[in-house]
């Protein structure tokens, strides 16, 4: 059976939609970023960050999301360009069977960091209404509640390679005739909590935040998966001998008709093991995350997002996406367009 | 596990079993010292000591009496050390279960649920960089140990296992959901084996969460199905099993502990917090298990409820049972293991499964302590005291927040 990616969205630094994005990443520049500033003693701490701009006309009108922090919008707007009206209508009509997925990396840092605060500061003052949004399914069960639907929902947490293993879990389902299909959405949100995180590892990293979403069912196209193939744990592979074993199981053929779409942020230290194990690639190649910042359990999902814009833009026959995770796995899928 | 366009279609559903599980809550270290305090009946709440809770609602948990070295040599003090409290307690009930199975070590999948992950880790950088910037080098070390993924990299190297991981997230549903995902990889022959389990350790984010909420009972006391009472108790352990495909047990000659027979999962999308007060999802997912086993309600012989002691999660869960076993309910037992161990969160379906097989192993029906009058929504046979009991088959719910429901069901072999 053909599992095809029939539907994407995005929300990223560059705007809200696909299309922002994929202008964002055709020019090639680094978004320039704005400052998340705090005082800590006498110092005062001052973090780049590649935010999404406000356009909170663009966000799904959905009464559970008024009190949500931005993850949980960001995602709903991805995933309702990702599913498109008709499909929308459908789920509502329950006509269509869908489950959602959502992996994520951090999840929302805004709102535990406020409601921590506030429960240190005096916990019978601690907010209700916060906490709930701290769990790491409180995005997805937003989800779900939108588009309406009773189907299976599992949020999975994780490095940067997340997103492969929800797309594979989403393949697990459509194949057991589960769903119709399913959407698997990732999204962070940043703060000075996950932005100063973020750069105790490097000084060079930019922080991001954003949401990408797509839609798999059963079809042949316009873009299949053709490998999908398992993560590559790093707890019995360095970081370098995993990225080797992605491209291996992955095997695009570097004929100039395939895209590499890379995990590389521009840090040196951090994309050694993918500039290693690709080092010979001489077909066409691009590091969104060089552009959009280190989105973390988002990245990849941008990713895959804009390989299926740049094939679906008929540039290209195949794309690869890889990303070799911090800590838990190297991972990536090859499409294909029909 | 992976996935190719040009892979055969799926291979027909193959019978699944369990074949090890090892198990930590606040009634003991393994699966025997739980096993004995399940049949006697204990509880175990005290006061909380792992965090300052002077000014909460409510001071008491079930604590785990967990060592700060490691308990033995083949654990190393530098992984030991490395690893938040609940990883700790996942490392102790995972490796017994793999023990427990006759397996050290090997190329098997690893499937774990949490909520909390190592939030206590995450705590210690959240106090120390609201006041200083010093000290650089811990910070990075508790940003990176902080991280769920880097804590089950670190239990997979030690457990010497190869092989993808996948940690779920669904609140107090995923203990339930990484076995549930353990048995639908081996069902479909995308895995041999899978060790999958759940864990969650108390931390004070949690704790002042729950407190919030006013969803803690005063007394300390949870009461699930009591027609009074008054919420539920935090606790934290680990559960663990061994999913094996029935032909690959059988060929090493491991002992099957139970086949699983069912499994459901559905989304409760009424609201973040609050289940629908007729338990429309806990309805599909006992429908669905029931179904994929082949079996009748008045076939399964305990429920091991979500049960949590809260009004509102037991009326749920009440009615979704009533609904699902109509006339027989009568018949059909029931108990809240939480009532002794409190809520172990994203371990809890992990724990409760373990339980659920200790019963179907033993013979006894654990019990709901605390119960002074039960709840008019208890149309079902409420256990109120643990007693032998001949069981075939064990269902276990497991609820959570954002409307995560997840129901499993697990049969002595042969009672497919």
């Not at chain 2, 107090?172 to 969650?200: K, P, Q, W």
């Amino acid at each position: 059976m053909s599992i095809a990616i029939t539907g994407t969205g995005a929300v990223s630094p560059a705007g809200w939609g696909v299309e922002a994005m994929m202008a964002a990443l055709a020019s090639g520049k680094t978004i320039p970023p704005s400052f998340i500033e705090r005082s800590c003693g006498e110092k005062t701490l001052r973090s780049p960050v590649l935010r999404v701009p406000a356009e909170g006309a663009t966000t799904p009108k959905f009464a559970r999301l008024r009190r949500t922090s931005p993850i949980s919008k960001f995602a709903a707007a991805a995933a309702a360009e990702a599913l498109g009206e008709t499909r929308l209508a459908e789920i509502a009509a329950g006509t269509r069977r869908v489950g959602v997925i959502f992996t994520l990396t951090n999840g929302c840092v805004n709102y535990s960091n406020r409601f921590f605060g506030e429960a240190l500061a005096d916990p019978a003052m601690a907010s209700p209404i916060l906490f709930p949004e701290t769990v790491f399914n409180a995005p997805s069960s937003h989800l779900s509640a939108m588009i309406g639907s009773s189907a299976p929902n599992d949020t999975l947490i994780g490095d940067s390679s997340g997103f492969f293993s929800g797309m594979d879990l989403a393949v697990e389902w459509i194949l057991r005739g589960e769903v119709d299909g399913c959407l698997v959405v990732s999204a962070e949100e940043t703060d000075w909590l996950s932005a100063e995180g973020l750069r105790h590892y490097s000084e060079n990293y930019l922080p991001a935040e954003g949401a990408a979403a797509i839609y798999l069912e059963a079809a042949d196209g316009p873009v299949r998966i053709l490998e999908l193939p398992d993560p590559v744990a790093l707890s019995t592979n360095s970081r370098e001998r995993a990225a080797e074993k992605i491209r291996a199981l992955l095997s695009p053929t570097d004929d100039g008709r395939t895209l590499l779409i890379d995990g590389r942020t521009g840090v040196t230290r951090f994309d050694q093991p993918e500039t290693l194990a690709w080092s010979d690639w001489k077909g066409p190649r691009s590091s969104p995350r060089a552009v959009l910042g280190e989105g973390m359990g988002v990245a990849a999902a941008l990713q895959t997002v804009a390989a299926v814009a740049e094939l679906l833009s008929g540039n290209f026959q195949q794309a690869a996406v890889t990303t070799t995770g911090a800590n838990q796995h190297a991972a990536g899928v090859l499409l294909g367009r029909v | 596990v992976a996935y190719s366009s040009d892979s055969p279609p799926p291979a027909p559903p193959r019978p699944v079993v369990v074949t090890g599980m090892g198990m930590v809550s606040p009634m003991g270290r393994d699966v025997a010292e739980n096993a004995a305090a399940f049949r006697a009946g204990r509880m175990a709440f005290s006061p909380v000591t792992l965090f300052d809770v002077s000014r909460q609602r409510v001071g008491t948990a079930g604590q785990v009496d967990l060592p700060e070295m490691p308990p033995d040599a083949a654990i190393p003090r530098r992984a030991w050390e490395r690893m938040d409290r609940g990883s700790r307690m996942a490392l102790l009930a995972a490796r017994e279960a793999l023990a427990d199975a006759g397996l050290s070590g090997g190329e098997m999948p690893v499937i774990i649920g949490t909520s909390a992950a190592a939030m206590p880790i995450g705590e210690d950088y959240y106090k120390q960089a609201l006041t200083t910037t010093a000290a650089r080098g811990l910070q990075l070390r508790r940003v990176e140990l902080y991280q769920a993924q880097r804590q089950m990299t670190d239990l997979a190297r030690v457990l010497r296992l190869e092989g993808p991981q996948r940690i779920i997230s669904n609140a107090c549903a995923s203990g339930a959901n990484a076995i549930g995902h353990a048995f639908h990889l081996v069902r479909s022959g995308r895995a041999e084996r899978v060790l999958a389990g759940g864990y969650d350790a108390l931390c004070q984010l949690v704790f002042s969460g729950f407190d919030a909420l006013q969803a803690l009972s005063p007394s300390g006391i949870p009461r699930p199905f009591d027609a009074a009472r008054d919420g539920l108790a935090l606790g934290e352990g680990a559960g663990f099993v061994l999913v094996e495909s029935a032909a690959a047990a059988k060929a090493r000659g491991a002992r099957v502990i139970a086949e699983i027979l069912g499994y459901g999962a559905a989304t409760d999308v009424h609201h973040l917090t609050q289940p629908h007060p007729m338990g429309d999802a806990a309805l599909i997912t006992m429908q669905s298990a029931c179904e994929m086993a082949g079996l009748s309600p008045e076939q399964i012989g305990y429920i091991n409820s979500h049960g949590t002691g809260t009004p509102l999660n037991d009326i749920a869960e009440g009615n979704a049972i009533l609904r699902w076993a109509g006339e027989a309910v009568g018949k059909i037992r029931v108990s809240s293991t939480k009532s002794a161990t409190g809520h172990l969160l994203g371990g809890a379906g992990a724990v409760e499964s373990v339980i659920s097989l200790i019963a179907l192993e033993r013979q006894f029906l654990p019990a709901s302590l605390n119960v002074r009058e039960a709840d008019a929504v208890c149309s079902f046979d409420l256990v109120r005291e643990p007693r032998d009991a001949e069981i075939r088959r064990v269902l276990t719910n497991s609820f959570g927040f954002g409307g995560a429901n997840a129901t499993l069901i697990f049969g002595k072999e042969g009672a497919a």
